[in-house]
């Protein structure tokens, strides 16, 4: 039996036995057919997915491998059925409605067009499926595939939308194509965006300028927290008050930026502090200022060396130390600065592998400042914050010790102090 017969089995039974008249036995054939397939496609399309969602999840979860496990994470196969029920039902259109062509013709091409649709999410499935595939290896989890998914996703749609113009209208592929290349200047400013976001991704990716997790500032747009998402049009960044902040991608090769993943790998976070010293609280030391000193544990055996090596050379030069001025001294600003030296050498969570000194900078109008740099070993926000505190508020507490004062502005209490001080007495 052929296709045609097949097709008007009803139809020749209802017009055999004079059941209905040719108009109705035309209706009722197509209507039986369309029934008929519709329960076949049904159950076909209740077979497969069973065998996408119960067997094939059955089997990937025995494999050595992930992919396969994404695959069905992402639904590729459930869409695949989807794809061939569509492509059973598209063949068998003409079956059904043999008596009714036009119909025919609109219905086909609404199938085409349903049937493109579900091959790009079908595409995009397996897309998804390579990206989580990829965010299982170290080296990619840092790497922004999302950009380079949304690009083949974009030129996967543009395709999908000619060949469905194409199959609406009937015309060949080759003229559509033809005329995107006269409106290639039109797209090239519509995606104009989009493609500097692209070019943009790919440079970052490949100076490896940002990755996900990075810790970045960017204070023109008011960015300081954690990158979550790079993408083509946008990066996403995760601020430490729990606001986002969106930055357009092109921004990060175009503008300049702080990121503090060279601070995140290395070995310490550094810690570059001043205290600022009256100036004149800074004094030659004397004796008795010496055998105070060298009570101070830290710096003990290098104030009594220190000042064995000055005493000899003013013998050896002759120098009169009736003016203390003369010859060589030590200062209570130098032994506190080599006590700050020692400190920061015993401190358990400094990095002693990384740069540390404390050293004096210019002079300014608010006093000297005194600048300690050194690295914390642990740089995580919290806990540095803590390492740095606690350092400087021993060093603070340690200054009157040096017999030397911190300068800060007079508070209201001062200014009170220091008028009743000028206030004329009752006797005047």
């Given at each position: ?5 097949l097709?008007?089995?009803?139809y ?21 057919n ?8 049904f ?15 059955r ?8 992919f ?6 992402n639904?590729?196969f ?17 079956v ?7 119909f025919?013709?609109y ?11 579900v091959a790009?999410w ?23 595939i999302?950009?380079?998914i ?5 030129i996967?749609?543009?395709v ?6 194409s ?15 006269a ?8 995606f104009?965006?989009?493609?500097l976001?692209f070019v ?5 990716t490949?100076?490896?300028t940002?990755?996900?997790?990075d ?19 946008s990066?996403?960044v ?36 001043s ?6 609280s ?8 010496i055998?105070?000193?060298?009570k101070?544990?830290?710096i ?20 009169d ?18 006590y700050?030296d ?14 540390m ?14 600048e ?6 642990d ?33 209201g ?11 004329p007495?009752?006797?005047?």
């Amino acid at each position: 039996m052929d296709k045609t017969s097949l097709a008007r089995y009803f139809y020749n039974l209802f017009i055999s036995n004079d059941y209905v008249g040719e108009t109705a036995a035309i209706y009722l054939n197509a209507l039986i057919n369309i029934i008929i397939l519709s329960f076949f496609s049904f159950i076909a399309f209740k077979l497969l997915r069973y065998v996408a969602k119960s067997l094939l999840y059955r089997l990937s979860s025995k494999t050595k491998t992930q992919f396969d496990d994404f695959l069905v994470k992402n639904k590729v196969f459930v869409y695949i059925s989807n794809l061939i029920i569509l492509f059973i039902l598209y063949e068998f259109i003409p079956v059904i409605l043999i008596d009714f062509p036009d119909f025919e013709i609109y219905l086909e091409k609404v199938f085409e067009v349903v049937i493109i649709f579900v091959a790009i999410w079908i595409l995009r499935s397996i897309l998804m499926t390579f990206k989580d595939y990829l965010r299982t290896f170290a080296s990619f989890k840092d790497k922004p595939i999302e950009s380079y998914i949304q690009v083949f996703m974009i030129i996967i749609w543009i395709v999908g939308i000619i060949i469905v113009f194409s199959a609406i209208t009937g015309k060949p592929l080759v003229k559509f194509l033809a005329a995107l290349g006269a409106f290639s200047a039109v797209l090239l400013l519509i995606f104009k965006d989009t493609i500097l976001g692209f070019v943009a991704s790919i440079q970052v990716t490949v100076n490896d300028t940002v990755r996900l997790g990075d810790w970045i500032t960017m204070e023109k747009y008011g960015a300081d927290g954690d990158v979550y998402e790079i993408n083509l049009a946008s990066v996403k960044v995760r601020n430490f008050d729990n606001t986002i902040t969106t930055i357009p991608t092109y921004y990060l090769i175009s503008d300049s930026f702080k990121n503090w993943r060279g601070m995140s790998i290395s070995g310490g976070r550094r810690i570059k502090r001043s205290i600022l010293i009256k100036a004149n609280s800074i004094k030659f030391l004397s004796e008795s200022d010496i055998e105070e000193l060298k009570k101070i544990k830290l710096i003990s055996t290098y104030i009594q060396n220190k000042q064995q090596e000055v005493n000899e050379y003013n013998l050896k030069h002759k120098v009169d130390k009736t003016v203390q001025i003369n010859g060589r001294n030590q200062t209570n600003f130098g032994a506190f600065r080599i006590y700050i030296d020692h400190y920061l050498d015993q401190h358990p969570d400094i990095n002693k592998d990384m740069m540390m000194m404390t050293r004096q900078l210019a002079p300014t109008a608010e006093g000297i400042p005194l600048e300690l740099y050194a690295f914390s070993k642990d740089k995580i926000w919290a806990n540095y914050e803590r390492v740095m505190a606690g350092i400087f508020d021993h060093l603070l507490a340690a200054i009157p010790y040096f017999e030397l004062e911190c300068f800060e502005y007079p508070s209201g209490k001062d200014l009170k102090s220091l008028s009743s001080t000028f206030e004329p007495s009752k006797d005047t």
